[in-house]
């Protein structure tokens, strides 16, 4: 498997694999292919890497700006995270998110933030932070992990890309 930036012509496999992926989770919008579309339009993918297997690719990571209390921090958002269904639970989306840190912190984010399962998050460092908030969003699914000093404190905003309307 190699991991490696997106391409022009992995947006239409990108957005099948984020749409399969997420397809029967119970914790999904339905959005969020559209969601790394409209970041892609919008050149607000700070970064975005697939993994690919035999020429194929089988899952993809964005990362996007975050604002604090309307704040750039310098804090980045991982997410959407998808892999193929078919090749889940095989330690892609780890090294997804493993390399995806690993690319935006050599590159200056001061730290990177996300909405999900700590249980899964907290083997890479996150942790859920009381100073963080999302509106509608449970505090201990708001997970930080800073490359340099504290987190920033205050109310966390996605890139108005997320702002896909469910349906």
Request: proline share 8%; charged share 20%; hydrophobic share 45%.
């Amino acid at each position: 498997m190699i991991i490696r930036p997106e391409t022009p012509s992995d947006a239409g496999t990108i957005g099948t694999i984020t749409t399969d992926a997420f397809a029967r989770a119970p914790h999904a919008s339905g959005t969020e292919a559209a969601i790394v579309e409209r970041l892609r339009r919008a050149g607000a993918l700070t970064l975005s890497l697939v993994a690919e297997e035999d020429g194929t690719v089988v899952g993809h990571v964005g990362f996007s700006e975050v604002r604090v209390d309307g704040r750039d921090v310098g804090w980045l958002a991982l997410g959407p995270i998808a892999v193929r269904p078919d090749r889940q639970g095989r330690g892609i989306g780890a090294a997804l998110v493993r390399e995806g840190l690993a690319r935006v912190r050599a590159a200056g984010a001061r730290g990177v933030v996300l909405v999900g399962d700590p249980a899964y998050y907290g083997r890479f460092g996150f942790d859920a932070d009381p100073r963080l908030a999302m509106p509608g969003v449970p505090a201990r699914y708001v997970l930080a992990l800073s490359f340099a000093g504290p987190p920033p404190a205050g109310t966390l905003a996605h890139h108005e890309a997320f702002a896909v309307p469910a349906g």
